[in-house]
């Protein structure tokens, strides 16, 4: 059977935070976003492998923070998809061509578990790959460089691309040898499987998947969590006391 590997890209330095640490070592609830989004990957997938991109400099990385047995640290690029190819090239001895990989933001740790289930699932049947989507729900415009608007432009068909984006190890690696050699720019890995002529599934996804990037979204992304821990817990059957007559 296939095997299931999680890229974490993480060597991010996130300046549009303005914090004194990259984004993902800010704290929520006492842990860093970083323990929040491997505790969340974990739980969904606990047999999975990891490959953890990070700064070949970070200081501020404490491996207690990662749940799963069987992980790697990769050397994280300058970018993105430095960092995923990186990944891809550590596992080159060690993952099968149909093996998953799960391309997933370290700075995402709101995703659903079933969420992550359900694109699993999608994913053991379909060669394209898939990913993590949800419907554009604003009126989106379009400027004219200059802060006015140009035009208004339909959401008809749009989606906003979220993570975990995943495809056979094989594909992901064709499509970003291809990349490079075409040198398109990656902005994620459904982008360079689209420029091999092959069309990724979207799985429709929660809209609180909140990729923290601005200030005021860890604030958010705290609730986020307190919102869905209660929901857990309000989920689980409640125990009885009544006890069984003899």
Known sequence: MSRLWWVVPAAGQGRRMGAERPKQYLQIDGRPVLAHTLERLHRAIP????????DSDDR????????????????????????VANALAIL?????????????????????????????????GEPAGALLAAPVADTVKRDDGHAHVRTTVSREGLWQALTPQGFRYRLLCRAFDVARERGLAVTDEASAVEALGVSPRL??????????TH??????AAHILATQAALELSSIPPVSHHRQES
Do not use: M, Y
């Open 60 to 83: 501020w990385f404490d491996s207690a923070w990662v749940p799963f047995d069987d992980w790697r640290r990769v050397k994280g690029g300058t970018e993105r998809v430095d960092s």
């Open 203 to 212: 799985v429709a996804a929660r809209r609180d998947n909140l990729k923290i």
């Open 92 to 124: 080159a001895g060690e993952a099968a061509d149909d093996d998953l990989i799960l391309v997933h933001d370290v700075a995402r740790p709101c995703v659903w578990i079933e969420d992550l289930w359900r694109l699993v699932e999608v994913l053991n």
């Open 47 to 54: 047999q999975a492998g990891l490959c953890l991109c990070l």
């Open 215 to 220: 200030p005021e979204d860890l604030a958010l």
